[in-house]
């Protein structure tokens, strides 16, 4: 396919960039950090911490886990951490000391743990006290060897995190009694950190980063083997998009995404820590009337989300009390962004929408919209620099422009392949194109439109069914507050589409939605059954679980 998306390109987006800029994320790390060195790098509980603290409190962990622990390079070590300050301190101290990060669900079950932790040969990891609960459950089923434990409070100072630990472990009573054989503090581990001397460890750029984890929601979950390069490619390509509006060293991003989910960790974390911004870290997101307060008082210049947190604060009443006025950038990704709730978005924030598409296996952004962008558009917008792409037909042949068929990516920053899946990694990954498993069309300027995962496809007495078209429809009606379409069995037809809904308006009836969507959709796209929820299962970052519905639905 001709590269017809350059002709796109705003004023002074480069066709590629440099890869090769730096040999590690440690090296690109030391040389910002030196850059802004008194700048705020991450804030959290009302607690700032500079470039240079984490510079030396990383260090202060890798020496630790080298001289300490022992750890050797490519060993992997996992977080398990909402958003706090020890996650960028302790993500960056394992890369410093040469080791491959594995993120965590921190709402992991046992079970889920045994397999990840197994999986991905984890020998050490770093958990909140709050969620060692499952961990002390599937610790003895696992291959760690060393526990490291912080506190909520261990960041914030010797009066506030006190404080906070006791109302967390006193008052609330969520940290649960536990008892693990040589486990160590993370305050301990800063301490005696900085009396130890760190050795350089040599990194190529080929080296693996992180094991970041798909979601898991099409089977087991598998590993994708991360490199430095790939890492460091998809931070330079998102950079090379945003950077023009943004001034270095004064930018607020909101870091309401958690860390430990790839589309955070690129975008809030490493690519904006490229120019010196402060990273607001939102430990709980779902508590959206603080989040609305640390909105109204920090106002941020840069709002990084996905649809359903755009949705959830515009449910909010106080939400439209916030000053806008300083946010130059708004970024969706994460799943599919909702006209409705695009369009709401605009008109109380006046702020454009810039909603960009990835995948954990592309570290994860493959494409853009333009930041110039005045309305919202329906599109998942441009290939980033860099970045190949082709639409090819379930025989693998490309099709031309405008035809829908499979999106396949090419780039530095797709995976190395699935972490011991040598089998999985040869379905997706074919003469280094990516098989995305995501239907879509591209426009004869170079825009992609995202119609539908190719496995969650409805197929309706042979008709395609794309659930994110039915629940376009369904999510504008001014009486739905959320919706998910999955399908299910039908013996006349196949397949029919059930749609899950939660009301905005109690008074919304069956019948009222159905004539709704009789007036906007196809026949066989019309929900033949609708089921009224007060809420829809989600990830921790917020994404609706249709496999979860899918399942109930089936009753499995």
Not at 14 to 25: F, G, K, Q
Not at 83 to 101: H, I, K, S
Not at 191 to 208: A, F, H, M
């Amino acid at each position: 396919m001709e590269k017809i998306w350059l002709k796109s390109y705003p004023p002074g987006i480069p066709e590629t960039v440099n890869v090769d800029a730096y040999h590690s994320l440690v090296e690109a790390f030391e040389t910002y950090s030196e850059l802004f060195a008194e700048k705020t790098a991450f804030s959290n509980f009302g607690v700032r911490i500079t470039y240079r603290q984490i510079s030396e409190h990383s260090r202060s962990f890798a020496a630790f886990l080298q001289q300490q622990l022992r750890m050797e390079k490519s060993e992997r070590f996992a977080i398990l951490l909402p958003n706090l300050l020890q996650f960028p301190v302790a993500m960056l101290g394992a890369l410093r000391a040469g080791l491959v990060v594995v993120n965590v669900n921190p709402l992991y079950t046992a079970r889920e743990l045994i397999h990840q932790l197994n999986d991905s040969g984890a020998t050490g990891i770093l958990v909140l006290d709050k969620l060692i609960g499952e961990l002390t459950k599937a610790l003895p089923q696992t291959s760690l060897r060393h526990v490291i434990v912080t506190t909520l409070g261990d960041c914030l100072g010797w009066m506030k995190g006190p404080i906070i630990n006791f109302i967390v472990k006193h008052i609330r009573k969520e940290v649960p009694q536990w008892h693990i054989t040589n486990a160590i503090s993370f305050k301990t581990v800063l301490k005696q950190g900085r009396s130890l001397s760190l050795e350089t460890v040599r990194l190529q750029n080929t080296d693996p980063a992180f094991l970041q984890y798909t979601g898991g929601t099409t089977g087991v979950s598998k590993g994708a083997i991360l490199t430095h390069r790939n890492m460091i490619a998809n931070i330079l390509q998102c950079l090379a998009w945003f950077r023009t509006t943004l001034q270095p060293g004064q930018e607020i991003v909101l870091g309401a995404l958690p860390l430990y989910h790839i589309f955070s960790l690129t975008v809030c974390c490493f690519c904006f820590m490229t120019i010196g911004s402060h990273c607001l870290l939102i430990t709980d997101p779902r508590d959206t009337p603080r989040l609305i307060r640390t909105l109204q008082r920090m106002c941020p210049t840069i709002f990084v989300g996905l649809n359903t947190l755009f949705n959830g604060l515009l449910q909010q009443p106080a939400f439209a009390t916030v000053n806008f006025s300083k946010i130059k950038l708004v970024i969706a990704g994460g799943m599919a962004m909702k006209k409705a709730v695009a369009e709401r978005w605009q008109a109380v924030t006046h702020t454009t929408v810039i909603e960009g598409y990835g995948l954990t296996e592309a570290s994860p952004v493959v494409s853009a919209n333009p930041l110039s962008l005045t309305d919202y558009n329906g599109s998942i917008g441009l290939p980033l620099p860099g970045t190949e792409v082709v639409i090819r037909d379930d025989e693998g042949r490309d099709l031309a422009v405008g035809k829908t068929g499979e999106l396949c990516v090419k780039g530095p920053q797709v995976m190395l392949g699935y972490w011991n899946h040598p089998g999985e990694t040869t379905e997706v990954l074919c003469d280094e194109w990516l098989k995305t498993g995501d239907i879509v069309k591209m426009d004869d300027r170079g825009f992609l439109y995202l119609l539908d995962r190719k496995k969650d496809m409805i197929i309706v007495s042979g008709f395609n069914v794309y659930p994110n078209e039915v629940e376009e429809i369904i999510a504008s009606h001014p009486g739905v507050k959320e919706v998910a379409v999955v399908g299910v069995p039908s013996e006349k037809s196949g397949e029919k589409v059930k749609a899950f809904v939660v009301k905005k308006d109690k008074t919304l009836t069956e019948s009222a939605l159905l004539a709704y969507c009789r007036q906007q959709l196809t026949g066989y796209k019309i929900p033949k059954e609708i089921e009224f929820r007060n809420t829809l299962p989600k990830s921790n970052v917020g994404k609706v679980l249709r496999r979860q519905l899918r399942d109930a639905a089936h009753g499995i």
